[in-house]
């Protein structure tokens, strides 16, 4: 796996903030009950183009879900592999201190640390949060590095059972989809389904 070392960098807080949602948006119940099975599953995938609604339907549903939800809005500067686990590793941190306390010397430490070292330090502690939880990585597709594709698709084999994750982007992620599928570990969330109905259509335009 590859190897991570770099020195520390300022977290921009912004990016494990859960964006504000309009006021006055058209409700979606259904849409909100899918995105809940997400907890039945280790992998939730939102693929769909630009203006679906994506993030909107995300951060409505984190704010007015019944689990805790841990937040990364991704950019191109993120394939950076330490960049990358560093703000995993600080949105987990919001929900559980010790996240940061086991994990981030690890991604910080000037000897270069095994993927698979950091990650399998990231599951044991995550494992021992007594809740389930979400964490979100909106935007997925600006992520192209193929170290991180390989070291999310080893994450989500091993994932705690109390961690569920989603991923949010216009096109679907170069990971190994088909085998988690077959598993039942993944639960998909199209453009189709968000797409608004003839029922949804019109209050939208009243409104």
């Known amino acids: 796996m590859t190897l991570i070392a770099a020195p520390p960098f300022s977290h921009i807080a912004t990016k494990l903030h859960i964006p504000a949602t309009r006021p006055r948006l058209l409700a979606r119940p259904h849409l909100h009950c899918l995105l809940s099975r997400c907890v039945q599953h280790k992998l939730t995938q939102i693929v769909a183009p630009a203006g679906f609604g994506k993030t909107t339907l995300l951060s409505e549903w984190s704010q007015k879900g019944s689990w805790p939800v841990a937040w990364v809005s991704l950019d191109a500067a993120d394939n950076d592999a330490m960049r990358f686990w560093s703000y995993v590793v600080a949105a987990l941190d919001k929900l559980e201190p010790r996240v940061g306390q086991y994990v981030l010397p690890i991604i910080q430490s000037p000897r270069p640390a095994d993927t698979r070292y950091l990650l399998s330090a990231l599951i044991n502690t995550v494992a021992t949060i007594p809740d389930h939880f979400v964490l979100v990585l909106d935007d997925y597709h600006c992520i192209r590095s193929l170290s991180i594709h390989n070291a999310m698709a080893y994450l989500v ?47 939208l335009f009243n409104q």
Do not use: C, K
């Not at 989809?177 to 109905?197: K, M, P």
């Open 157 to 203: 084999d091993y994932l705690p059972p109390n961690m569920h994750l989603v991923l949010s982007g216009r096109t679907a992620p170069p990971l190994p989809l088909a085998r988690w599928r077959a598993r039942g570990e993944l639960l998909e969330i199209t453009a189709v389904d968000l797409r608004f109905s003839l029922q949804e259509t019109t209050p």
